[in-house]
């Protein structure tokens, strides 16, 4: 028997299949999507690689597969589906499995993972009631072993490091509390089950209302005839969108088949996983994110592995996990751009949600509050299923939203990020003991630094990019490839001393909040402040539970925690999401802008603040009013007037490297190529430099082609890049990107 094996590599040219010899005492083991060792190139070096298919007769075939790893995550379905993304997301198939596969790859690795882990637990050591006497009587008074004490009653036997990231407290802390006696720490093999010790209530289903039962009814039919549909919910926060979702995975348990949900990586949180666990109990669920060591990661792939039926909760990737007998696939939120990637392989979770749930006869359920508005158009054209709920199953209040125009701010001499309006608001909310969430789209201090003798603007020296001041380390940052430099004493052209820090990020806005209310305790939550595992927990649990009076906060804020208390939202600056020089601009502008105004008044109504300069742009409006369907008419006429998705789709191909007319070169020669092959409806623009046109050292140039995507566009641009003359030149990556995230 010969096998053809594709060898784990990114190397463009080694996309392709080399025969061996499958030895006979292997032939029993070996399957297509058998991960195997194998002897490669000159030598005595060994690939591992992976089967892609068996066969009988080899002309080619000269050396023996070596070993053949006992893991059986691929399969056959897995091994095509690896093929398709190749072709569609320009990359090499191996890109495309290492997705597939449990988390850690090389040998080691598996060697590794193998072992027992050992580790410390910590437990209540004294009946909690007791604890609580010793509190009363003052015995115990510090603040932080409270803290810690409370913690552990509902969440006893808590990994010790786990305790001290999400209290917030030192080791120290944890060491004099065991030498007190009020706990102790054990050494146990660790389990790595996530929710060891956690209290859940079993929650029981709610009498559905009669907008969510002809959803609830539709889908279901879709599930018992074992037939692929597409639906989409649309429906605002709070109309009960996650309890179809509860009770339509239900019907999917009881068939003894398994559910993928995908959320948005960022509103992966307890609180929601707690919803499916009350739901389902910890033995359906598993739950995969970036957050999880290799080793957590594994234990949950073990788990939906050998399980018949499981509920996977994951970000975008794990629309990959092993689940058998897939019965639904559920992607919540799912205008977020998150489930595009943006690195290799480019693919976009909701195609290939949709090539599953086809594959296995079953639904795919897209929900969201403000539908992509290629989705919505899809639904609209009678290609998706559309259910709306147009209540709200609580008693929620919709917020009262204002637009202040900051243009108006400058005129009566209010030089303050924060508009005399949103100052009265933030006042009357701490006179009131409510909580306020400021929103604003910038980390750092200041965005811009100049010289104002001669214009010169403080610049990474890797990339064309312009540097961020951080006050807190008084350094200079690049936020592309992390570049730090001291500030500016006088400006490195003209030595003069009048350099001038313009623009405003989170930093300086906390700065500022401090000045107007030096009373108000605040927090801030972006990229600097949550780089630590379940940092960005840490702070929302302190917002909450400490009763902070303002969170301060860029995109993060947005998503995930109810806040029963928060009453008011201020947007500092909407401008920021609309100026990007993207075709999504607007639509991400009303998403965002939505969604921040959900966070405002959960149970009375709350007010909202959105600070713009552009009060008359359609995306401000429309947010005012919280109207989707009358941002979907005005954005969908204009895409289709422009010819942007849905009506087309933006194909990028990105060349990147160190020798500039080397970039030249292939870009030119990758034009030609597919101009050549051009039909009428492909537009193909010449190569030029990608807006921010160096990046860690490297310089980024790009082909822009718009068409709508088919497989003969996928052919014809697949032969352009594959080019042999493009190998040669291995200093300069091609990468292909359709319809992405950002434009820049
Ligand atoms: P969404 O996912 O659209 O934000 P949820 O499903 O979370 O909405 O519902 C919001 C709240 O209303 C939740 O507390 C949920 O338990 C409750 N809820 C949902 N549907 C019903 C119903 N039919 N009857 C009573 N309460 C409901
Ligand atoms: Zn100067
Ligand atoms: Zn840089």
Redesign the pocket.
């Known amino acids: 028997m010969f096998a053809e094996v594709i060898i784990n590599s990114n190397a463009r040219a080694l996309n392709k299949t080399f025969d061996y010899i499958v030895p006979v005492n292997l032939e029993k083991d070996i399957k297509i999507g058998s991960r195997v060792f194998v002897p490669f190139g000159n030598g005595s070096k060994i690939d591992d690689g992976f089967v892609i298919n068996l066969k009988s007769n080899s002309e080619f075939a000269k050396k023996e597969i070596k070993k053949i790893e006992p893991d059986d995550s691929l399969n056959e379905f897995k091994i095509n589906l690896a093929k398709l993304m190749a072709r569609k997301y320009f990359c090499n198939i191996s890109d495309c499995i290492k997705l597939m596969l449990p988390p850690g790859t090389s040998n080691k690795d598996i060697i590794n993972r193998m072992k027992d882990k050992k580790g410390n637990f910590v437990y209540l050591n004294i009946e909690y009631k007791e604890l609580q006497e010793l509190i009363k009587l003052k015995k115990i008074k510090s603040e932080k072993h409270i803290r810690v004490i409370n913690f552990l009653e509902n969440n006893n036997g808590i990994y010790k490091s786990d305790l001290e990231v999400l209290t917030d407290v030192s080791s120290s802390i944890i060491k004099t509390l065991e030498k007190n006696g009020y706990i102790k720490i054990v050494e146990e093999k660790i389990e790595r089950n996530p929710f060891i010790g956690k209290n859940i209530k079993r929650d029981d289903e709610?009498?559905?209302?009669d907008e969510?039962k002809s959803c609830f009814e539709s889908i279901k039919t879709s599930i018992q005839t074992e037939s692929f549909s597409s639906n989409l919910i649309y429906?605002?926060?709070?109309?009960?969108?996650?309890?179809?979702y509860l009770q339509l995975i239900k019907e999917v348990l009881d068939k003894d088949k398994s559910a993928i949900v995908l959320v948005p990586e960022i509103s992966l949180t307890p609180q929601m996983v707690d919803r499916f666990l009350a739901r389902f109990g910890e033995e359906n669920i598993a739950v995969l994110h970036s957050k999880l060591s290799n080793g957590e990661r594994y234990d949950e792939w073990k788990k939906i592995k050998s399980n018949r039926k499981t509920v996977v909760i994951g970000a975008r990737s794990a629309i990959f996990s092993p689940v058998n007998n897939l019965g639904i696939i559920i992607i919540d939120e799912e205008h977020d751009s998150s489930y595009k990637s943006d690195t290799t392989p480019r693919y976009n979770a909701k195609d290939i949600g949709k090539y599953m749930a086809e594959k296995n006869n079953c639904p795919l359920v897209l929900?969201s509050a403000t539908p992509d508005i290629g989705t919505m158009y899809l639904a609209k054209n009678k290609k998706i299923n559309l259910y709306s709920?147009t209540k709200r199953?609580?008693n929620m209040k919709l917020p009262n939203v204002q637009v202040v125009d900051m243009r108006n701010e400058l005129v009566i001499g209010n030089k303050s990020m924060i508009s005399l309006k949103l100052q009265d608001k933030i006042q009357k909310n701490l006179h009131k003991q409510k909580q306020t969430i400021l929103f604003l789209n910038r980390r750092g201090y200041s965005t811009f630094i100049m010289c104002r003798e001669c214009g010169f603007v403080a610049k990474c020296k890797n990339c064309n990019i312009s540097l961020t001041y951080h006050r807190n380390i008084n350094k200079l940052k690049c936020h592309y490839c992390g570049f730090e430099t001291s500030v500016l004493k006088e400006c490195p052209e003209c030595k003069s001393n009048k350099i001038k820090y313009f623009g405003t990020g989170t930093q300086k806005l906390e700065e500022e909040v401090h000045k107007l209310f030096p009373k108000a305790s605040t927090i801030r939550m972006d990229i600097d402040t949550v780089s630590k595992k379940n940092s960005h927990e840490v702070i929302l649990n302190k917002f909450k539970n400490e009763k902070i009076d303002i969170l301060i906060g860029t995109q993060m804020v947005v998503k995930g925690h109810h806040f029963p208390n928060v009453t008011l939202v201020g947007v500092i600056t909407a401008d920021g999401l609309l100026n990007l020089e993207d075709y999504r601009s607007a639509e991400k502008t009303f998403q965002t802008l939505v969604q921040v105004a959900g966070r405002s008044g959960r149970e009375e109504a709350g007010d909202v603040i959105i600070q713009t300069y552009n009060p008359d742009h359609y995306a401000i409006i429309d947010s005012k009013k919280q109207d989707y369907d009358l941002f979907y008419n005005e954005e969908i006429a204009l895409r289709k007037m422009l010819n942007y998705p849905p009506f087309c789709d933006i194909i990028i191909i990105n060349f990147m490297g160190t020798n500039l007319n080397e970039i030249n070169n292939i870009s030119n020669l990758v034009y030609k190529k597919i101009y050549s092959n051009k039909q009428n409806k492909l537009i193909i623009f010449k190569p030029v430099p990608s807006p921010i046109d160096r990046i860690n050292n490297k310089y980024r140039w790009r082909i822009i082609i718009k068409c709508k995507l088919s497989s003969k566009i996928l052919d014809i641009i697949n032969n352009g890049i594959t080019d042999d003359i493009i190998y040669k030149n291995n200093n300069t990556r091609i990468t292909v990107d359709i319809n992405p995230n950002s434009m820049s």
């Open positions: 709610k009498e559905l209302t969510q429906g605002i926060t709070g109309s009960g969108k996650t309890e179809i929900g709920l199953a609580n």
